[in-house]
């Protein structure tokens, strides 16, 4: 996954920090042999009690719904925020009220999206404790889930693909 993903130059990311390298997560998940491979890491890394996958938009929505399809749990997909037309919903899918979330999410950084993510989905009643992603980028002390108590569960860390590379 490294040699396909991983760009070279200067990139500015969600969290406002500048990056010489970044992961094209979409390399992956556009590809249906890398994104299986992906998702079937990401089974085992699941909480046992698990009742729902709830997939971020963007980047989660695809793993989240292979990761589904591979063990039969239902999913949602978490919007930055809700439209203002139809549903008008930021979590759509099945009602979450009382279930046992686990988020789904391709890179986490600084982990503001899924933070988010988990508040709101909290709000709506769903017990968020924990969320499972393909790369973690996040530096020691730079991961804003363990404040609010949300466990990452990593494939793979930054720190993993760097030494693939040495």
């Avoid at 591979?70 to 949602?76: K, R, V």
């Amino acid at each position: 996954m490294d040699s396909v993903c991983r760009l070279s130059g200067e990139f500015t990311l969600r969290s406002g920090l500048i990056a010489s390298e970044y992961f094209d997560k979409y390399r992956f998940e556009t590809d249906p042999d890398l994104l299986r491979r992906v998702a079937e890491a990401m089974v085992p890394l699941l909480p046992s009690d698990t009742e729902m996958l709830g997939g971020l938009e963007l980047g989660g929505v695809p793993i989240a719904t292979m990761v589904s399809s591979l063990t039969g749990l239902p999913a949602l997909f978490v919007r930055k925020e809700p439209k203002v037309y139809g549903t008008r919903k930021l979590a759509e899918g099945h009602e979450v009220d009382g279930l046992d979330v686990t988020l789904i999410e391709d890179v986490i950084t600084t982990g503001g999206a899924v933070r988010n993510a988990a508040l709101a989905l909290r709000e709506l009643g769903a017990d968020v404790r924990t969320v499972v992603c393909a790369i973690d980028r996040s530096e020691p002390g730079q991961n804003l889930l363990d404040s609010i108590g949300v466990t990452t569960r990593s494939v793979l860390t930054k720190r993993m693909l760097d030494a693939s590379r040495a």
